[in-house]
């Protein structure tokens, strides 16, 4: 499946309400909404000129909506690709395997600290902007690496 418009993404994005990822603890449960949501806010706490970087990591986790076939990661890299651009869903896809990429590593690391960290990690609503202008910047350029 590839994304074609800033509305699918949301749709999907809103579509990981409710569904659990990995166990955080004993009894604790991780939605995958709300790891997307702290996953992206801790990048932007730590990069906040890196809009790319931040974007990957809230959309790293729709892989597992999207069906059968390669893994998750190659999945969801695939399907944001021709909407948020090659650099994202490379990220997206480095951030699934232990590579030297400092940027995939960080992605990695805020991904993981988002299975415990309780902080408030705003709502969807507040990336829509950010998702609609790297979509319209990678129509102009044509999503070329």
């Not at 021709?82 to 896809?93: D, H, K, N, S, Y």
């Not at 600290?113 to 044509?142: I, P, Q």
Request: proline letters at 5%.
């Amino acid at each position: 499946m590839e994304l074609r418009s800033v509305e699918e993404l949301m749709d999907l994005l809103y579509a990981c309400r409710g569904v659990a990822l990995a166990p955080a603890g004993p009894g604790r449960r991780v939605d995958a909404h709300e790891h997307a949501l702290r996953t992206a806010a801790l990048l932007r706490r730590r990069r906040p000129a890196d809009k790319e970087l931040q974007v990957a990591g809230l959309v790293q986790g729709i892989g597992q909506l999207l069906g059968p076939g390669t893994g998750p990661a190659e999945r969801a890299a695939d399907a944001v690709r021709p909407l948020l651009g090659a650099r994202v869903a490379r990220l997206v896809r480095a951030a699934a395997a232990d590579g030297p990429d400092e940027d995939a590593a960080a992605l990695r690391q805020a991904a993981e600290e988002a299975l415990t960290d309780g902080s408030d990690a705003g709502v969807l609503e507040d990336w829509r902007t950010l998702l609609g202008l790297l979509a319209a910047r990678d129509s102009r350029l044509g999503a070329v690496d």
